[in-house]
């Protein structure tokens, strides 16, 4: 499956931005998703993951009640709804695609897949 992430940009602190993420090649539904972001000189951190029919959500605690995610499985496409952003949210933001079953505590190893990132940027 290929992966393209988009939507990211640049935002005020407390503002809002939605990103799309579009498979190709096999339906979304197969695997479990997630979407990790890595800031500047930090390691790449997991921010959500969601099972294959997109009931089950987990939120890493930086975004929870902030961020929302969703996958259409029909259109392919996972999104992530970002709200009351902040400075710290300033990052690259990946998409990804695994194989395991979806846990609270999946990691980069958990996923198969990635797409190229696209760039958030908070300014305050």
């Known amino acids: 499956v290929q992966l393209q992430a988009s939507g990211g940009g640049l935002v005020q602190a407390g503002g809002s931005l939605r990103l799309s993420c579009v498979a190709s090649?096999?339906?979304?539904?197969?695997?479990?998703m997630g979407w990790f972001r890595q800031a500047a000189g930090k390691e790449r951190e997991r921010v959500v993951s969601i099972d294959r029919s997109g009931a089950i959500v987990y939120y890493a605690d930086s975004v929870k009640g902030r961020f929302t995610s969703s996958r259409d499985n029909a259109r392919n496409t996972l999104y992530l709804w970002m709200n009351s952003l902040k400075a710290e949210d300033t990052a690259v933001y990946y998409c990804a695609a695994g194989y395991s079953p979806t846990t609270p505590r999946m990691e980069e190893s958990d996923f198969h897949f990635w797409g190229p990132g696209t760039q958030v940027t908070v300014s305050s």
């Open positions: 090649g096999r339906t979304l539904s197969t695997y479990s």
